[in-house]
């Protein structure tokens, strides 16, 4: 160990400004670009799936043209992006329960906490932090798969441009949601585990099931999933299995902003009151 | 930088756990420019007294303060010159150390990045900062601790039992680094179990017990102020116990195997009893093959106090 080189001493200093949390968010995702395990898989529910689908329609296609129509156009574009939503949401949940729950689990929120930085702006940088990686991928992803739509649609009917775009941008704020209450619950609880066994439960067998009731009951509505399908494009949602369900816009707004502010607020607050 | 004299006060510190005291009631002052330690047995409340400072964990009662900072009014303010390790250094295994130090460093002022490949070179870390966490041994996972600690340029280090895990060298190298800590202005408190390490360390320290502090100061105070003792070792054992037992400043003697045991009374100076009774011994015809003075340590002080409040409860 050398004792040779001196650390200088400075002040603490106001020069220049920065973008509040900037630097905290780089950090956040500095910690979930490094993780190879959660990219690559991340990756793989997103892009990878839609890369595997189209290849697959593809591969039919080509072996047996007079059975299987081009591999795209608008009815594959629906398929894809139903598939794309349903693995796109466990890549969502990844991060953001990754995001929520890292530092906690490695030991390393006390050394964040100790640094004199309040909590609530270490629990608010990991928001730009998870979306920095997630986003992207979600971009991409769609990205490729609507150009493989209209690419591969052959003397198939294209999506519309309008369709595109507003699916796009539907597809982005599923995302986002669906990180959103990841983080939060994964904050909130502290475990990155149980956070994904819970959504995963939730995203991959109670929404899907309730979606496709004829009769879902009082409260169905309330379901996050359910309440974001709503907004979906009408070219979207004509093929989702929506059941019975039919919701007013402020309906759905009120579900969204709802489920949003109680997993972000439980997972500051837990954030804030915790034990580090 | 604070001229203050304290940089670390406290006042009725107290912290419960379901009911059980586990910090209680502490008054503490640690001078600035100071190795000091903060000693006691496991589970004497030593890291929760550290995690209350840094605002890990809320005190239930009392007052603090860092750096002359109240706390937790100016506690962003007063942590931003301190740099801790708390337990064990904790990192994200699948970075590199000197990813986590950016990690870290983004979440102090601005500075702190520019401060990673000095805080990497202090600590001898340098050929090793591209490697990820999870490969580091134990040692350099305390090195890139006390790296993330400069990180701050701290006025205060507050390092929790730093010197676990370390190998004999290991500790050799943690202890001259710490010194020179010191020596830069830096006033570094060391929380530990291991006596002898506060003791070869620290300039002052605490003793804590059951989360009360029993005793706190220089360590020659601590360990019982002056000498108490000599031990002669001459040709004749018997003689000489007669001939120190009529010394005045002595006031018992014993011999065991060759070895003459003189305890002084509370009042008599070790260095004049030497003297007067090495006179004696040899005046009479003795040979003296050696004669020591003995201190009392720390250890053998923590012992007692810790001891007797065993008994007491």
Same mark, same amino acid.
């Given at each position: 160990?050398?004792?040779?080189?001196?650390?200088?001493?400075?002040?603490?200093?106001?020069?220049?400004?920065?973008?509040?949390?900037?630097?905290?968010?780089?950090?956040?995702?500095?910690?979930?670009?490094?993780?190879?395990?959660?990219?690559?898989?991340s990756?793989?529910l997103t892009?990878?799936?839609?890369?595997?689908?189209?290849?697959?329609?593809?591969?039919?296609?080509?072996?047996?043209?007079?059975?299987?129509?081009?591999?795209?156009?608008?009815?594959?574009?629906?398929?894809?992006?139903?598939?794309l939503t349903a693995l796109g949401t466990m890549a969502a949940v990844l991060i953001g329960a990754t995001a929520?729950?890292?530092?906690?689990?490695?030991?390393?929120?006390?050394?964040?906490?100790?640094?004199?930085?309040?909590?609530?702006?270490?629990?608010?940088?990991?928001?730009?932090?998870g979306l920095?990686l997630l986003l992207?991928m979600a971009?991409?992803a769609?990205?490729?798969?609507?150009?493989?739509?209209?690419?591969?649609?052959?003397?198939?009917?294209?999506?519309?441009?309008?369709?595109?775009?507003?699916?796009?941008?539907?597809f982005l704020l599923y995302m986002t949601a669906m990180f959103l209450l990841a983080l939060?619950?994964?904050?909130?609880?502290?475990?990155?585990?149980?956070?994904i066994?819970?959504l995963a439960?939730?995203q991959?067998?109670?929404?899907?099931?309730?979606?496709?009731?004829?009769?879902?009951?009082?409260?169905?509505?309330?379901?996050?999933?359910?309440?974001l399908?709503?907004?979906?494009?009408?070219?979207?949602?004509?093929?989702?299995?929506?059941?019975?369900?039919?919701?007013?816009?402020?309906?759905?707004?009120?579900?969204?902003?709802?489920?949003?502010?109680?997993?972000?607020?439980?997972?500051?607050?837990?954030?804030?009151?915790?034990?580090? | 930088?604070?001229?203050?004299?304290?940089?670390?006060?406290?006042?009725?510190?107290?912290?419960?756990?379901?009911?059980?005291?586990?910090?209680?009631?502490?008054?503490?002052?640690?001078?600035?420019?100071?190795?000091?330690?903060?000693?006691?047995?496991?589970?004497?409340?030593?890291?929760?007294?550290?995690?209350?400072?840094?605002?890990?964990?809320?005190?239930?009662?009392? #007052?603090?303060? +860092? @750096?002359?900072?109240?706390?937790?009014?100016?506690? /962003? =303010? %007063?942590?931003?010159?301190? &740099?801790?390790? *708390?337990?064990?250094?904790?990192?994200?295994?699948?970075?590199?150390?000197?990813?986590?130090?950016?990690?870290?460093?983004?979440?102090?002022?601005?500075?702190?990045?520019?401060?990673?490949?000095?805080?990497?070179?202090?600590?001898?870390?340098?050929?090793?900062?591209?490697?990820?966490?999870?490969?580091?041994?134990?040692?350099?996972?305390?090195?890139?601790?006390?790296?993330?600690?400069?990180?701050?340029?701290?006025?205060?280090?507050?390092?929790?039992?730093?010197?676990?895990?370390?190998?004999?060298?290991?500790?050799?190298?943690?202890?001259?680094?710490?010194?020179?800590?010191?020596?830069?202005?830096?006033?570094?408190?060391? #929380?530990?179990? +291991? @006596?002898?390490?506060?003791?070869?360390?620290?300039? /002052? =320290? %605490?003793?804590?017990?059951? &989360?009360?502090? *029993?005793?706190?100061?220089?360590?020659?105070?601590?360990?019982?102020?002056?000498?108490?003792?000599?031990?002669?070792?001459?040709?004749?054992?018997?003689?000489?116990?007669?001939?120190?037992?009529?010394?005045?400043?002595?006031?018992?003697?014993?011999?065991?195997?060759?070895?003459?045991?003189?305890?002084?009374?509370?009042?008599?100076?070790?260095?004049?009893?030497?003297?007067?009774?090495?006179?004696?011994?040899?005046?009479?015809?003795?040979?003296?093959?050696?004669?020591?003075?003995?201190?009392?340590?720390?250890?053998?002080?923590?012992?007692?106090?810790?001891?007797?409040?065993?008994?007491?409860?």
């Open positions: 160990m050398s004792t040779t080189a001196v650390i200088e001493r400075t002040v603490p200093t106001t020069r220049g400004w920065e973008l509040p949390g900037f630097r905290l968010a780089q950090a956040e995702l500095l910690k979930l670009r490094t993780r190879r395990g959660l990219v690559l898989t990756l793989a892009v990878g799936s839609v890369i595997v689908a189209y290849a697959i329609l593809l591969v039919l296609h080509l072996t047996d043209p007079t059975g299987h129509g081009p591999a795209g156009g608008s009815q594959h574009f629906w398929n894809g992006m139903y598939l929520g729950a890292g530092d906690l689990s490695a030991g390393v929120f006390r050394s964040l906490v100790s640094t004199g930085r309040s909590r609530r702006s270490l629990f608010l940088a990991r928001i730009p932090g920095a992207p971009v991409l769609y990205g490729v798969g609507a150009a493989l739509a209209v690419g591969l649609a052959g003397s198939l009917p294209q999506p519309a441009t309008v369709y595109l775009v507003e699916s796009g941008l539907w939060g619950v994964s904050s909130f609880l502290g475990s990155r585990a149980t956070t066994g819970i439960g939730v991959l067998l109670v929404t899907p099931l309730v979606q496709g009731l004829h009769h879902p009951g009082v409260g169905a509505e309330s379901i996050l999933g359910i309440a399908w709503q907004l979906a494009p009408k070219e979207l949602q004509n093929g989702a299995p929506n059941g019975d369900i039919h919701m007013s816009l402020a309906a759905i707004v009120t579900v969204l902003v709802a489920w949003m502010a109680v997993a972000v607020g439980a997972g500051l607050y837990r954030t804030i009151r915790r034990d580090a | 930088m604070n001229t203050d004299s304290s940089v670390v006060e406290t006042e009725g510190l107290t912290k419960r756990f379901d009911g059980k005291v586990v910090v209680d009631s502490v008054d503490l002052r640690i001078p600035r420019g100071s190795a000091f330690g903060y000693l006691g047995p496991n589970g004497a409340g030593k890291t929760t007294l550290i995690r209350m400072l840094l605002g890990l964990t809320e005190p239930t009662s009392g #007052s603090m303060s +860092l @750096l002359g900072r109240p706390l937790p009014r100016e506690r /962003a =303010a %007063a942590l931003a010159r301190v &740099g801790a390790i *708390v337990d064990e250094p904790r990192f994200h295994g699948h970075m590199t150390g000197r990813q986590n130090l950016l990690m870290l460093a983004a979440a102090r002022e601005p500075a702190a990045h520019g401060r990673i490949d000095g805080a990497l070179a202090r600590v001898g870390l340098s050929g090793r900062a591209d490697d990820a966490v999870s490969q580091y041994s134990m040692g350099m996972r305390q090195r890139l601790g006390i790296a993330s600690c400069l990180l701050a340029d701290p006025e205060l280090l507050i390092l929790d039992e730093p010197m676990n895990g370390l190998d004999p060298a290991g500790m050799l190298e943690f202890r001259e680094l710490i010194r020179s800590f010191v020596d830069e202005g830096r006033t570094v408190v060391l #929380s530990s179990h +291991l @006596l002898d390490e506060i003791e070869r360390t620290c300039d /002052a =320290a %605490a003793i804590v017990d059951r &989360g009360r502090v *029993v005793m706190q100061g220089s360590i020659t105070e601590l360990a019982g102020g002056q000498a108490r003792s000599l031990r002669l070792v001459t040709s004749d054992p018997t003689r000489s116990s007669v001939i120190a037992s009529v010394d005045p400043l002595v006031e018992q003697v014993t011999h065991d195997s060759g070895d003459v045991l003189v305890a002084l009374r509370p009042e008599a100076s070790a260095e004049r009893a030497a003297a007067t009774i090495s006179r004696s011994v040899i005046e009479a015809g003795v040979d003296l093959y050696e004669l020591e003075i003995e201190h009392a340590s720390l250890e053998q002080r923590f012992l007692e106090i810790t001891s007797r409040l065993g008994v007491a409860a």
